[in-house]
DNA sequence: ATAGGGTTAG
């Protein structure tokens, strides 16, 4: 036995709460409340009436609160029935309170009705202590309306903004934001004064439900209450903003709050991921750590997805690579968001790599890598992992995850299996499908070329068709050439949107497939005359880390037009070597090494013909992975191309070639543009690929580089070019192939070059971007502004 | 006594 005051450090609650609430500092038992168990609850109760310390009821209370707050809360109730039946004690209200607490702690419905029928046969229910832990118990067993109910039949005078407070996140922990906000009306008929926590609450409920209208209310309230706009109330500010779409004035609340913790900073992050602002969530995330605040889980989840929603795979990995550094990414969200980042770059390896690592899979877990899969063209391996899902009836599936199911069944042409899955969605699983789950089946079905088919699924649908619906009916009908349904589903377009440019696009698109340049042209320039008008489509590149956003501007709409049509026709021809398809040849890593030297050696010389550096009689035009390309075929020109591109195979085999830049300069060697062809080929890809997925994919950097010249700046005359090799490690001096290569001593741009991407692709295990630079103009040009 | 941010989507 201890009675010495010394022996106690003061480290634990128990001990620490023994000493302030008693002068004499004694002690009962030398055991640290993290170690107490069960058994020494009667030791404690024996010394404890022995010595007459526990009958003093100030003791009693403090050691039940230390056991209610310890890590076993259910060891006060353990002692209270010790008590009750040893020492004859009665509850008292304070004591009630505890254990109701801790019943709300554990959290245990059984053992809290206990306590309220407890409450009630000693009147103590009415105790506003013991009510709002009553109503705290029920709110914690996720019993919302139980709690309500307390309240509701307890008198008007026992109950405070505690109370309310307590009720109103209990519905937001159950669920029912739309129940919190309404009880927040009722407590502002009851006239409650509300405090710092009610707007707290409310301000959540109205970001889970968007209500704008009550969250902007409830700044006004926080501003003329005149509470501190702190990191609470600042964050859930900033969150309610950007989830109710008012981004900029998340953006001004969180520029103005006087301090930010990381809850703060990763609201605001979440923010711009949430609304499409990617790299705004990457630069804050830079911020975040000039201004010295530790990054966590929650802030990790949400820049990894905005790297994965712009393709920034290099970025991605390096979140990858930060968490393993600094003992973050640890929680399942982390790597649900890695897994979807890894898929969107188009890496599915090491997406479904992190997928079997893991020993938990929570819903988002098997979405992210069933969509994964399924937008990767692998969708009977998406459904295979929905069957094991499903198999291992630990995941209860849900709405997100049958659009994923669908997706699959849809890209991957499987009609039955679409039919299949969306039954059984409502049959077993008792989902209702909404208008995106129609979506999808019009989609499979308008893919799958069943066009009367999707025509009648549109009809029966029991939910009004959106324009998503009449949107994959348009565009399924351009494969058909359907144009009088085409017309239709562009008029119910119209008809919903009509501010928007809706099926305009879409509809002179099954005009050209179909020859009717005539209605190609009207639709043209209806779109022109009217006020429809595209909303700018957004693309990112990456270079060196460093990320790059543009816009479409209406400039460019000219050449858009001249792809699509050139696309189209590739897709015809496809469609026409569909043998290709359906036995697709194999290509093994050496040979992909060559397939991407000849590509390179075509691509140049396309660059040179585009610069017009040369009189056209010194190329031809050939047709090279059925496009037309202008290869060189002067001697010395040709000569110099093919020696460069072929020196490069050993290197680019071994993966050591990082950038091939063409370069043009003027006369005193300063370099005027540089053509980037940035490269890598990861090594350590195991499997064989398709050839013709690899040209297809290489194809389309010859089609955009055919109209690129509108993008590139006029040469001087007199300069010169050069193509240039960039490499990740210098091969050894006496290595054979690398005397091919000198040192070259380009003079530098004295400030970071203004970036133009032209294409980038990516089909493992090749990865390739092509961009132009050149010195930065001195006015910086802003990209169009959304309308 | 009650309290903030995060991952999936046709």
Known sequence: ???????????????????????????????????????????????????????????????????????????????????????????????????????????????????????????????????????????????????????????????????????????????????????????????????????????????????????????????????????????????????????????????????????????????????????????????????????????????????????????????????????????????????????????????????????????????????????????VEALDLFAQMEGEDKVMPNEVIFLGVLTACSHGGLVEQGYHHFHRMSKVYNLVPRIEHYGCMVDLLGRAKLLAEAEQFIKDMPVAPDVVVWRSLLFACRASGQVGLAEYAAERIEQLEPKRCGGHVLLSNVYATTSRWVDVNNVRTGMGNSRTSKKPGCSFIEVDGCIHEFFAGDESHFETEAICNTLFGINELLVAESFLILLPPTITKGQIAQVIVDFLEVAVSCVVFLKGFYPPRAFERRRYMNVVVQKAVHPQLAGYIHSATSGLLPFIQKGLVERVVVIFYDKAHVPVEKFVFKLAVNQSYGSKIEEASLEFALRAFLIKLAVAEPLTRTLPSDGSWEIAAYFRSLPPDGEKEAQLWIPTDTKQWMQPPQITPIKSMSCDPVKMQLYLEQPSRTEPRDPPTEP
């Open 1 to 379: 036995m201890c009675l010495s005051s010394r022996i106690l450090n003061g480290k634990t609650r128990y001990f620490s709460t023994l000493r302030s609430s008693h002068t004499e500092n004694k002690c009962i038992l030398s055991v640290p409340v993290s170690s107490l168990s069960h058994h020494h609850l009667p030791i404690l109760l024996s010394r404890a009436t022995v010595s007459g310390l526990l009958l003093k009821l100030p003791l009693v209370h403090s050691v039940l609160r230390s056991l209610s707050l310890g890590p076993t809360p259910s060891l006060s109730f353990s002692f209270l029935s010790l008590l009750r039946r040893f020492a004859n004690m009665t509850l008292d209200n304070y004591s009630l309170n505890i254990a109701i607490s801790a019943a709300a702690r554990v959290p245990s419905l059984d053992v809290g009705s206990q306590f309220h029928a407890l409450s009630l046969k000693l009147s103590l229910a009415s105790d506003s202590f013991v009510l709002n832990a009553l109503i705290n118990m029920y709110s914690s067993c996720n019993y919302p309306a139980s709690a309500r109910l307390v309240l509701d039949s307890a008198p008007r005078w026992a109950s405070d903004v505690v109370s309310w407070n307590t009720i109103i996140a209990g519905y937001i922990r159950g669920g029912m934001p739309n129940k919190a906000l309404q009880s927040f009306h009722q407590m502002a008929k009851e006239q409650v004064r509300l405090d710092e926590v009610t707007l707290l609450n409310v301000l959540v409920a109205c970001a889970r439900t968007g209500a704008m209208k009550v969250g902007s209310l409830c700044h006004a309230l926080v501003v003329l209450n005149g509470f501190e706009i702190n990191c609470y109330i600042g964050s859930s500010l900033v969150s309610m903003y950007a989830k109710c779409g008012m981004v900029e004035e998340a953006r001004r609340v969180f520029n103005r709050m006087p301090e930010r913790n990381v809850v703060c900073w990763t609201s605001m992050i979440a923010g711009c991921t949430q609304s499409g602002r990617f790299k705004e969530a990457v630069d804050l995330f830079r911020d975040m750590q000039i201004a010295g605040v530790k990054a966590d889980d929650a802030t990790i989840a949400t820049v990894v997805s905005s790297c994965g929603q712009m393709g920034a795979l290099d970025l991605g990995r390096y979140l990858h690579a930060y968490c393993d550094g600094h003992g973050l990414g640890k929680e399942l969200s982390v790597k649900n968001s890695l897994i979807d980042m890894y898929s969107k770059c188009g890496d599915v390896n090491k997406a479904y790599q992190i997928f079997r690592g893991l020993t938990k899979r929570d819903v988002f877990t098997w979405t992210v890598m069933i969509m994964g899969f399924a937008m990767n063209g692998l969708c």
